[in-house]
């Protein structure tokens, strides 16, 4: 176990690095002149040389990415070049938001997916089966930018239940954390059911009915406990989707999070705000990662670390 | 030695194997429903040009109120128009062109891209293997829509550049199954007698190893049109995918969201068309995953 957890912190190690690489290249291919946006229009060739200069854009494409790397290992993510700010800064301010909603999301997403999966599972092969498989179908095929339109569209215009967007009190999370869990839920209530109905078939199951146990308790203290355990493990795999899903839903519901901060620095092509996001996302992606490969082995001891 | 039959005689028999396939998809009515949405909706791209009511393009004077807002569904124009007064219906007849000439492309590359990348490191395995699937992960890492958007942000956006940006975020998926596959495959013995009787790479890897690999591409093929669909409706929405006035069911959205709340089904019908695309492929894709992987018959 000990052996394992090393070799896969320096394995997500090497991953984030390799991943600020194949940003930069990316970046570094952009055909904008980061000084020309900065110097502004009217800027003369001589004051955008400086500028230039003064950003090191003149270094060679790997003295340019090693400067960024051991600037970003001392915790140096660089100034935006649009926002008289630290990069670091702003994504610090845009964070909370961001990791509110995903909470939200989350709680949104297992509240309805295990709800629908555990019901599905109960009545399998029956309507109610049908029709909730054919829900989550639905969910799994939905854009979220479709879905929090007609959210807002129904919610907030027309019934005026909650604001059409913006940050703040209760009313304003709800609508976005349904957004980003409607796709969710379609995921957990099928895993929800197949875990559940794998649970049912197993050998303590018909112990407890010989036993004489009732049906409400079999499936309250022994079934769902059961079948929960290794969905939960997989929770920390969603927030690569959550990473994606936030840029869409926080620019649909005005939300003033890091996918809003993403959105707006590409649009104006503000390069180390846009490294900074996507490093602070990808980092996300590979604890959540980390945490599912350790939290499943401690639930079920039969997943073997090898 | 049976297995060397089986690998002879499963090849002339591919089109009766093909047919009872889309028999089985027939008979469970969500897959059938599906399949019928993927036909309607091919046709409809098809024939776009008989089908469409109104030039998709045309600003028509009667497409917009006096007081130049778009018009309901209904009359004339069945679906409503959008804000520039063009028929909503003719806009998303051509844009199920657009849809699926990227689902098909982008999805294309990726189950090349894809399945080239799995056979490679789960055959050769080695330093090739171990670099390549380095590289898988460090994708599954990379938060993909963001990557999708920088790239179509950094290159002109045009159909063939849409479809080659979603592919690079979508090849990783197929890429660690076939790899999966391939690496379990290649233990067996009867790809060890081949390589000993001295059958060389190629031949083993296209008349051996891919026969086995089908159903999964297949299977993840059909499951990944659906994503790609919905990553080409997102990039469109967010105006970095299908450039207009060239319509596409995303970019329409894009266009009119500002007009959502007095004119919603501008919202309403190229939403549903999006999530009716997708759902048929994802159905379709469930139950081949069914048909095709005996194993896990009776789980669902």
């Known amino acids: 176990m000990q052996a394992y957890l090393v070799r896969r912190l320096l394995e997500s190690a090497l991953i984030l690095i390799g991943i600020t690489l194949v940003t930069f290249i990316l970046l570094y291919l952009v055909p904008a002149d980061p000084a020309r946006q900065i110097a502004g229009r009217s800027a003369t060739a001589e004051t955008v040389q400086n500028i230039r200069d003064q950003l090191g854009l003149n270094d060679p494409f790997f003295v340019q990415y090693w400067r960024y790397l051991t600037s970003l290992l001392q915790g140096d993510m660089g100034r935006s070049y649009l926002q008289r700010a630290e990069v670091s800064e702003l994504i610090a301010a845009r964070l909370p938001a961001s990791l509110l909603l995903m909470v939200a999301a989350i709680v949104t997403e297992l509240a309805f997916g295990l709800t629908i999966g555990i019901v599905a599972a109960l009545r399998r092969n029956r309507p109610a089966d049908h029709g909730l498989m054919i829900f989550s179908f639905v969910s799994i095929s939905a854009p979220q930018f479709v879905i929090g339109i007609l959210l807002l569209y129904v919610f907030a215009v027309k019934l005026n239940w909650f604001p059409i967007g913006g940050y703040g009190t209760f009313a304003h999370v709800v609508l976005p954390a349904v957004t980003l869990g409607f796709l969710g839920a379609g995921w957990y209530s099928r895993m929800m059911r197949s875990s559940m109905i794998d649970v049912l078939g197993q050998d303590f199951v018909r112990t407890a009915q010989a036993k004489g146990l009732g049906k409400a308790r079999i499936i309250l203290r022994h079934v769902i406990p059961n079948a929960i355990l290794p969905i939960i493990a997989m929770i920390g795999i969603d927030i690569g989707l959550f990473m994606s899903g936030i840029v869409v839903v926080e620019s649909v519901f005005g939300w003033p999070g890091i996918g809003q901060l993403a959105w707006q620095a590409i649009q104006r092509i503000d390069i180390p705000v846009i490294m900074g996001v996507t490093i602070v996302s990808a980092t996300a992606i590979v604890l959540g990662n980390l945490l599912a490969d350790f939290v499943a082995p401690l639930i079920d001891p039969r997943i073997k670390t090898k | 030695m049976s297995v060397f039959a089986s690998s002879a005689t499963g090849e002339p028999r591919r089109g009766a194997r093909t047919a009872r396939v889309i028999r089985e998809l027939l008979m469970r009515p969500r897959s059938a429903f599906g399949l019928i949405v993927i036909v309607l909706m091919v046709g409809a791209a098809v024939f776009a040009p008989w089908l469409m009511p109104h030039d998709p393009f045309e600003q028509s004077f009667d497409g917009l109120s006096l007081v130049g807002a778009p018009l309901p569904p209904g009359g004339e124009f069945p679906l409503g128009t959008d804000l520039l007064g063009r028929d909503l219906a003719s806009r998303l007849i051509l844009g199920t062109r657009t849809s699926l000439i990227i689902g098909v492309l982008a999805n294309g590359i990726a189950i090349l891209l894809g399945a080239g990348v799995g056979i490679t490191a789960g055959y050769f395995g080695g330093w090739i293997g171990a670099i390549l699937m380095r590289f898988t992960d460090l994708m599954m890492a990379f938060p993909a829509l963001l990557l999708a958007i920088v790239l179509a942000a950094i290159f002109q956006p045009s159909l063939l550049i849409v479809a080659l940006v979603i592919a690079m975020v979508n090849w990783v998926q197929m890429a660690r199954v076939i790899y999966t596959e391939t690496r379990s495959l290649a233990q067996h013995d009867f790809i060890q007698v081949q390589r000993a009787l001295g059958a060389g790479h190629l031949r083993i890897l296209f008349a051996h190893l891919l026969p086995h690999l089908l159903s999964s591409i297949v299977v993840f093929g059909t499951l990944g049109i659906s994503t790609t669909v919905l990553l080409e ?68």
Request: charged residues 10%; without cysteine; aromatic residues 14%.
């Open chain 2, 233 to 300: 409706a997102t990039l469109s929405f967010l105006g970095v995918g299908v450039q207009p006035p060239m319509p596409s069911w995303g970019n329409i959205i894009f266009e009119n969201q500002t007009y959502f709340t007095t004119a919603p089904w501008l919202v309403f019908f190229p939403g549903a068309a999006i999530v009716l695309l997708a759902l048929g492929f994802n159905l379709v894709g469930d139950a081949l995953r069914d048909i095709l992987d005996p194993t896990l018959k009776g789980r669902h």
